[in-house]
């Protein structure tokens, strides 16, 4: 089993930048890819990023630019920076890493943007 832990989340101005933060454990030699994924109330998941274990990326045309997801494999940590955040309703942005097959989802950690 993996377990996810995020971080990094907060109340930002639009134009302003964060960096989230997901730190992995437990099985995590078998771990495909992670990413992130979005979630505002009342709506559904929807993708953010994600990046495999040889580092191949993938974005949401919706954050292509402005977000950037990177690994540190020493920490079995991975990361979104986020920049020029746009002001929307507070979103909750989860961690995801895929193991054999199996998904496993963190916590989630509240990202709120500004006007």
């Known amino acids: 089993q993996v377990q996810l832990v995020e971080s990094g989340g907060g109340l930002v101005q639009a134009g302003g930048s964060l960096r989230l933060s997901c730190a992995a454990s437990g099985s995590i030699f078998s771990i495909n890819f992670m990413g992130w994924y979005r979630q505002a109330l009342g709506k559904q998941r929807e993708l953010v990023a994600t990046?495999?274990?040889?580092?191949?990326?993938n974005y949401a045309d919706s954050v292509k630019g402005r977000f950037t997801i990177s690994r540190d494999n020493t920490k079995n940590t991975v990361y979104l920076q986020m920049n020029s955040l746009k002001p929307e309703k507070t979103r909750v942005y989860y961690c995801?890493?895929?193991?054999?097959?199996?998904?496993?989802w963190g916590q989630g950690t509240q990202v709120t943007v500004s006007s």
């Open positions: 990046i495999t274990s040889g580092g191949r990326t």
């Open positions: 995801i890493a895929n193991e054999g097959g199996r998904g496993y």
